[in-house]
Each structure stands twice: as structure tokens, then as C-alpha cells.
């Protein structure tokens, strides 16, 4: 008799994800499918924390 996971694919867990530091926060982020093709540009893990560093540093609105 067969195991019940043999023959599935292994499941992907989120520590297996690569991870980012947030340069607002300083927290660590993981890869969301929905920055799969900008991953390298990513530096923020939320809108909120993008707009609130840009505001701290004095940037254009």
C-alpha cells in the first residue's frame, strides 16, 4: 500500500520563499507571486511603508 504523499508534488512553505528587509520598518518580507517579475526593484513590503519613507526623505508627492 502507498504512503498517502507519495507521488505528490512537495508542498511549497513560506520559509522557503526568499526574504527582504523593509527599508521603512526594518521587517522582514517574503516573496509574493504578485512581485514575481520585479522582485530585484522591491524594497518596500506595503504601499503604506513606500509612502511613508518617501515622505520622511522629503520627496516629491
Known amino acids: 500500500m ?3 504523499s507519495a507521488g505528490k508534488a512537495s508542498r511549497l512553505r ?3 520563499f526568499p526574504q527582504k528587509t523593509c527599508l521603512a520598518c526594518d521587517r522582514p518580507f517574503t516573496w509574493r507571486k504578485k512581485w514575481a517579475r520585479d522582485w530585484p526593484l522591491v524594497r518596500y513590503c506595503s504601499e503604506r511603508c513606500r509612502r511613508s519613507r518617501r515622505d520622511r526623505t522629503g520627496g516629491q508627492r
Open 14 to 16: 513560506k520559509a522557503d
Open 2 to 4: 502507498m504512503q498517502p
